[in-house]
């Protein structure tokens, strides 16, 4: 009778159990957290000034190892694959990355010059900007049809 009653209150206390967990759990409260995080147009013009003085900075390295490549060398780089490694040891990684995914192109074989285009921002920013850098090493931001003209009368 005692292993009866045993095991009787063992399957009641799983029973118990098991029930237990089974229960309906109330409903989640209502999601109170703050709307996500949304940019207005002052947020925004931030952040392109923020990228392009990010990018004004890569171009001021980008000109002073063009010019020190070229006044080293006696000519301007030829291609990426010639610039690279006088580059590559100390230059920002921002500016290696951009020249090699593309983000930046370069103009090779540019005699630097303050009229030559050496390097610009492939895609125009949200206003239709570019960064340019020229062979006097001023950076300008000018409009893709700007950039456009100088590259042409550089030919």
């Known amino acids: 009778m005692k292993?009866?009653?045993?095991?009787?209150?063992v399957v009641a206390l799983i029973a118990?159990?098991?029930?237990a967990g089974c229960a309906k759990?109330?409903?989640?409260?209502?999601?109170?957290?703050?709307?996500?995080?949304?940019?207005?147009?002052?947020s925004l013009a931030g952040m392109v000034k923020?990228?392009?003085?990010r990018i004004q900075n890569d171009f001021d390295?980008?000109?002073?190892?063009?010019?020190?490549y070229e006044l080293e060398m006696g000519k301007p780089p030829a291609k990426?694959?010639?610039?690279?490694?006088?580059?590559?040891?100390?230059?920002?990684a921002s500016l290696v990355s951009g020249i090699e995914s593309g983000r930046y192109v370069v103009v090779w074989k540019t005699k630097p010059s303050s009229n030559k285009v050496l390097a610009y921002e492939k895609q125009p920013d949200v206003n239709g900007n570019q960064v340019v850098v020229f062979g006097d090493r001023h950076i300008v931001t000018i409009s893709s049809?700007?950039?456009k003209k100088a590259l042409e009368a550089q030919k």
């Open 25 to 42: 759990k109330p409903p989640p409260a209502a999601d109170k957290s703050p709307p996500p995080f949304q940019r207005n147009e002052a």
């Open 16 to 19: 118990s159990l098991l029930g």
């Open 80 to 92: 990426w694959e010639d610039f690279k490694p006088y580059i590559v040891r100390d230059g920002p």
């Open 145 to 147: 049809e700007e950039l």
């Open 3 to 9: 292993n009866r009653n045993l095991k009787i209150a």
């Open 61 to 68: 390295n980008f000109a002073i190892y063009y010019l020190s």
């Open 50 to 53: 923020q990228e392009r003085s």
